[in-house]
């Protein structure tokens, strides 16, 4: 019973995440290798409160989102006129830059033994919660003019361009929001497993959550939700080492780019949540 | 006052060691049709580049009625008033195709993101005014019974319907078009031109035009621009330009069949 | 600086420049950046020191098996993770998308069959360091350099001088024409691939040498990545210099006192950013304006 709670929790934590990463990767097209990095500052800045600083957990919790949709902005500015190519370069040297700060403010946060005796508030309701919320907003982001602007972009930037689209600043501001959800899964993430280190959020966990969102179908945010419930829950169920579950990531991923590239579901969405269509959109967007 | 809509002057493009565009002016009057022909390679989708922000000026400039847009970012060219389609077909490929045109509202939408998020009364209304908008647009190129359906669907003629939709919803005062009546059988070109005029008239649109049809050029045009390596070659009104014995030299080789 | 930390930097960044110029040849022909590289290095630094300690070869004979495996283990990854791609043509985020997820998952296999124990290579040389007139350099070093500017040279003499050369450089250019010309543009790909593998396999049981053997040695791609941006994406001899920039700039970071090799990482991110921002053509290459 204990053992499918932490999974519940987990899943969610990586649903509140990846919708993050569906907006940055499966609306705009962009490759953020340092998404984990984000959450790292969430994690940090409210565990660092919390335990160094006696600040109530609400207000730390805010503060720790706060802080990810800064650190997106400082990165985001110069890196979303990059290439594809070089976004994810940047974002990969930004998440060293911030793994090998955290390791050297030992004083702060530890170092490389990590965050320790943070208090476990993060509960199953909240974060159940947290998720449906994140959903509600990714949601209601992609049907309107801010998803399609950003599909526009990622399909033909170009395009785009000429149709009025300012590119850079949606670009900038879906890697704010993005940032800004990583964090908070952050948050999340230390208050539950009360210790946190650097180690954990390296490029690895960026890059699992792109995969998650690539097997649901880039376009796809129910996708990527069924993507992060399956890829989440399966090597709980089954018991594989982590070193497995990586290996079967990637197998996976290979796989459905050379045989499916549109992933489970493609642009389409699971029509199962019922939604206030206005009349002459009754069909799937 | 000016009463040419689109200035364009001594504009002029290097890439690497080809000068794409060399000393290059052309004059589009309010409510005119011009149209810019040239062979294959004659620099004048670069000219359309140049005008709509796509690519930096290396000299000259650019003006719409009288202000100078040369220099200005792309989409800031564009909410100004010029639209433009492709020579080979632009379309969203992710989204359907009254979201094709609706992206072309969004940036003129107006409810915020926080809106957005919460689901707020606003951007549901607004979003219901955008789409009736968007319906209106294709009615008059005659797609709206294709709207849900996915541009890579639709036959090419009406892919290119829906270039010039798309393009209308930005309410141009200059519009580019690209070699639109390229891959269009006859009768489609005979439509192509019909719905071109009605357009024009209706929302009196100035248009530059690039074509090699010239029963397009002929039909349509008010004044020609001829290009050749980038520079111009001859300009006047359609007969006298066919007429021309330089601009004839130029196309040889490169008859159309009308 | 001194002249010792020029040295040691020239060493290490002609390693760099052996990744640099795998990583380059791959961005030339393919147009994306090929992060599985990565995972070639690792692979092949393991099994030089696989071969190195089962069998006690010297450092030549490790070389050139390792080299051969890394041409096999490229040409290998070629058909699994990009060949299809090909075929489909595939827009360029799905060649990226595939690359990493083959970086990740040979990465992750290495771990699998090392766990995540340290290694390190066995002595090569009896003597350990050079002297000369007082600056010394440790032997591995030297050699490293040596043979680096070697191989580089045989690269130049392979894509200058033969038929495949000029095949490689004329895809690189257009992909449609060499086609159109002829050419088995599959060949030319598989080729390249195994040249590329045999750059990796060198470049590996180099880094092997230097920084002990783990499985994430293949996250150094990072490095040939910010190389060939620097020197200018996809241009050759700019990804030699970009990297001989790198290596010397990471010696004399890690000997200032306030920084070391913790924050190194953090100094050269800023610079990158600083370039890509200010020159993001690099030092040699141009923007490729986009023909629309």
Request: proline share 4%; glycine share 10%; net charge positive.
């Amino acid at each position: 019973m204990g053992i499918s709670v932490s999974v519940l929790v987990f899943t969610c934590i990586s649903i509140i995440g990846v919708s993050g990463v569906f907006l940055i990767t499966g609306l705009a097209g962009m490759f953020s290798l340092g998404q984990a990095s984000f959450m790292a500052v969430g994690a940090y800045t409210s565990g660092v409160l919390v335990v160094r600083f006696g600040v109530p957990f609400p207000v730390a919790a805010v503060a720790g989102t706060l802080a990810g949709v800064l650190a997106g902005l400082l990165v985001g500015l110069p890196t979303v006129r990059l290439r594809r190519d070089y976004i994810a370069l940047v974002t990969f040297g930004f998440g060293e830059a911030i793994i090998a700060i955290l390791n050297n403010l030992s004083n702060i946060t530890g170092g490389a033994m990590g965050l320790v005796g943070i208090p476990p508030l993060t509960t199953l309701p909240l974060v159940l919660l947290s998720a449906f919320f994140s959903l509600f907003f990714v949601w209601n982001f992609k049907f309107s003019k801010y998803g399609r602007q950003c599909i526009a972009i990622r399909t033909d930037e170009l395009a785009a361009r000429s149709m009025g689209i300012h590119g850079d600043g949606l670009k900038l501001l879906v890697f704010i929001l993005s940032a800004g959800f990583s964090a908070y899964a952050g948050v999340l993430y230390g208050f539950y497993t009360t210790y946190v280190d650097p180690g954990l959020f390296n490029w690895t966990r960026s890059a699992e959550w792109i995969i998650m969102v690539f097997f649901g179908g880039l376009g796809s945010l129910t996708g990527a939700v069924i993507s992060a419930i399956l890829l989440g829950t399966l090597p709980e169920i089954l018991r594989f080492a982590s070193e497995w579950r990586i290996l079967l990531y990637c197998v996976i991923v290979l796989a459905i780019i050379n045989f499916r590239p549109k992933g489970l579901l493609g642009e389409r969405e699971l029509r199962i949540v019922k939604r206030k269509t206005t009349p002459e959109t009754g069909g799937a967007v | 006052m000016n009463p040419s809509v689109l200035t364009v002057r001594n504009i002029s493009k290097r890439f690497g060691g080809v000068q794409a565009v060399q000393n290059f002016s052309l004059q589009l009057p309010k409510g005119g049709i011009v149209s810019m022909i040239g062979p294959n390679g004659a620099g004048k989708t670069t000219v359309f580049n140049l005008i709509s922000g796509v690519y930096p000026l290396d000299q000259g400039e650019v003006y719409l009625e009288d202000e100078k847009i040369s220099g200005l970012p792309q989409h800031i060219i564009t909410r100004k008033g010029i639209a433009r389609t492709f020579q080979n077909i632009r379309l969203f490929q992710g989204l359907t195709v009254q979201e094709n045109v609706l992206t072309a509202l969004d940036p003129f939408t107006p409810y915020s993101l926080l809106e957005t998020l919460f689901r707020l009364p606003r951007s549901a209304r607004e979003e219901k005014k955008a789409k009736e908008k968007a319906r209106e647009l294709l009615r008059m190129v005659g797609l709206e019974s294709y709207r849900d359906e996915q541009p890579s669907n639709l036959p090419y003629g009406l892919q290119r319907k829906l270039e010039i939709a798309r393009a209308l919803a930005i309410r141009p005062k200059v519009l580019l078009l690209d070699e639109p009546a390229a891959g269009l059988n006859p009768k489609e070109v005979h439509d192509f031109i019909d719905l071109i005029y009605t357009l024009h008239e209706d929302h009196s649109l100035s248009i530059l035009l690039i074509e090699h049809r010239m029963q397009v050029v002929m039909e349509m045009s008010d004044w020609v621009y001829v290009l050749n390596f980038g520079k111009l070659l001859a300009e006047g009104k359609p007969q006298d330009v066919q007429k021309d014995p330089e601009v004839i030299k130029a196309y040889i080789g490169e008859e159309e069949a009308c | 600086m001194s002249l010792q930390q020029l040295l040691n930097g020239l060493s290490l960044g002609s390693v760099y420049s052996i990744i640099a110029v795998g990583f380059a040849l791959v961005f030339n022909i393919l147009k994306f950046s090929n992060f599985s590289h990565g995972g070639v290095l690792t692979v092949t630094a393991y099994t030089g020191f696989l071969i190195a300690t089962r069998f006690s070869f010297g450092l030549p004979l490790t070389l050139f098996f390792t080299s051969l495996a890394g041409g096999v283990l490229a040409v290998l990854i070629e058909r699994v993770a990009f060949r299809r791609l090909r075929r489909n043509k595939s827009p360029v985020i799905f060649f990226f998308v595939s690359s990493i997820t083959m970086g990740i998952l040979l990465e992750n296999l290495i771990t699998v069959a090392f766990s995540s124990n340290f290694y390190s290579y066995p002595k090569f040389f009896q003597k350990t360091i050079l002297e000369w007139k007082g600056f010394h350099m440790a032997v591995t070093d030297f050699w490293m350099l040596l043979i680096s500017l070697v191989v580089l040279g045989l690269l130049m003499g392979v894509l200058y001088r033969t038929k495949l050369g000029v095949a490689i450089r004329a895809l690189s250019m257009d992909s449609t024409t060499t086609l159109l010309m002829g050419a088995n543009v599959d060949r030319i790909v598989v080729a390249t691939f195994f040249v590329v593998g045999i750059l990796g396999g060198i470049a590996g049981v180099f880094l092997g040498i230097n920084y002990t053997l783990y499985p994430q040695l293949g996250q150094l791609i990072v490095k040939g990545f910010i190389a060939s941006v620097i020197g200018g994406l996809g241009n050759l001899s700019g990804a030699v210099v970009g990297a001989l920039l790198l290596g010397i700039l990471e010696v004399i970071l890690t000997g200032i006192e306030g920084i070391g090799s913790g924050l190194a990482p953090v100094v050269i991110f800023f610079i990158t950013l600083v370039f890509l921002i200010l020159r993001p053509q690099g030092i040699a290459g141009k923007i490729i304006q986009e023909k629309v």
